[in-house]
């Protein structure tokens, strides 16, 4: 699959967001940035998406190993629904714990979150790539 359009993948969480983006043939998923999550975090990320002429974003889907909601799926669902209600495709991918195969990677440091990201945008890759 050729994309002309980079995808952005996020690591939502209650405090910090983890942003990667694809490289413009969606086979490589490459960390960017973290941000606050505070009440400008759709704005900030309609930005980003701007800036990497994004129209998609990857979005880890948090449940527990029995496939049961994590208590933080509330959030990201209405994250996705405020991201569609500004005309970005917003795709779910299932993701268990992605900050610490991020970490095991990189260890622990300021952008753990956006190379969580980068792990969760990179397993869609993956999965639509082959």
């Not at 990497?52 to 190993?65: F, H, K, Q």
């Not at 610490?100 to 792990?119: C, F, H, P, T």
């Amino acid at each position: 699959m050729f994309m002309t359009k980079r995808i952005i993948g996020i690591d939502y969480g209650t405090k910090r967001v983890g942003i990667a983006a694809s490289d413009p043939s969606g086979k490589i998923a490459m960390p960017v940035s973290v941000i606050t999550n505070t009440s400008a975090l759709c704005a900030e990320v309609e930005k980003i998406c701007h800036e990497y002429e994004a129209d998609a974003i990857v979005i880890g889907e948090s449940r527990d190993y029995s496939g049961k909601p994590n208590p933080i799926l509330d959030s990201i669902l209405s994250f996705k629904v405020e991201m569609e209600k500004r005309g970005l495709e917003v795709i779910l991918e299932l993701e268990f714990m992605s900050s610490i195969q991020a970490e095991r990677i990189q260890g622990k440091n300021n952008m753990l979150d956006a190379s969580a990201a980068a792990v969760i945008l990179q397993g869609y890759l993956d999965r639509v790539n082959t």
